[in-house]
């Protein structure tokens, strides 16, 4: 049983990885832009839902890898963790946007 949960947990770690990465990026491009790194970045940040959102897809990607690598070998997983490039690419034109 633990060996079929395994790879079910890594897919829904790279998808939400990826979901997470996609609207955290997407956050980034609505804040004020600056010329250098500034103290005032994370509060925009903080202060956009979609930034959150994408902290929110992030944290239970972090869990389901540690399932995933808890309840299966590592060489099972890591291939099926790589699966979070095409699910970046493949988010964007989900939600009608070019990547």
Do not use: K, Y
């Amino acid at each position: 049983m633990l060996t079929v949960l395994s790879p079910i947990f890594a897919l829904l770690a790279a998808a939400t990885n990826a979901l997470g990465t996609v609207m955290q990026r997407r956050a980034a491009t609505v804040v004020p832009q600056s010329s250098g790194l500034r103290i005032g970045l994370m509060w925009d940040l903080l202060r956009t839902p979609v930034w959150l959102l994408g902290i929110g897809g992030v944290a239970p990607s972090a869990m389901f890898q540690g399932a995933a690598l808890a309840t299966g070998a590592l060489a099972v997983v890591q291939p099926l963790f790589m699966l979070e490039l095409p699910f970046v690419l493949l988010t964007p034109r989900l939600g009608g946007q070019r990547c």
